[in-house]
């Protein structure tokens, strides 16, 4: 399996996860807010600056603990977070995922 679709298939199901989590509490409309777009694609750029500038986290990201460990760690951080900050962090998160998926649309279209 080609490493982008086990990377998307990971980000698929976090995706799912924390929609699902927006929708369980009733806080789907927070997908909405300018804040959770911004702080949502600023971050999913940040992370993948680390992966064009052939950082350390390239070759961290071929470790399978580490795949994994991120999805749990993204889950858990932010229905973390949202228990004290609220669901704008899970939207944001939400996001980050909308952007991946986007930039990883336009990686596969110019191959």
């Known amino acids: 399996m080609p490493s982008y ?3 998307a298939g990971f980000a ?3 995706g799912l996860v924390l929609l699902a989590s927006l929708r369980w509490t009733a806080t789907l409309e ?3 807010s300018g804040v959770a777009v911004a702080i949502g694609v600023a971050g999913a750029l940040a992370v993948e600056a680390l992966f064009v500038f052939e950082t350390p986290v390239s070759s961290l990201w071929e470790r399978r603990g ?3 460990g991120s999805a749990v760690g993204l ?3 932010a229905g973390g977070l949202a228990t004290f900050v609220g669901p704008i962090v899970v939207a944001a998160a939400c996001w980050g995922l909308i952007t ?3 930039l990883l649309a336009i990686s596969l279209r110019h191959r």
Do not use: Q
């Open 5 to 7: 679709r086990r990377d």
């Open 12 to 14: 698929l199901l976090c």
């Open 30 to 32: 927070t997908l909405w």
């Open 66 to 68: 580490v795949r994994t």
């Open 75 to 77: 889950l858990a951080c």
């Open 100 to 102: 991946y998926f986007a």
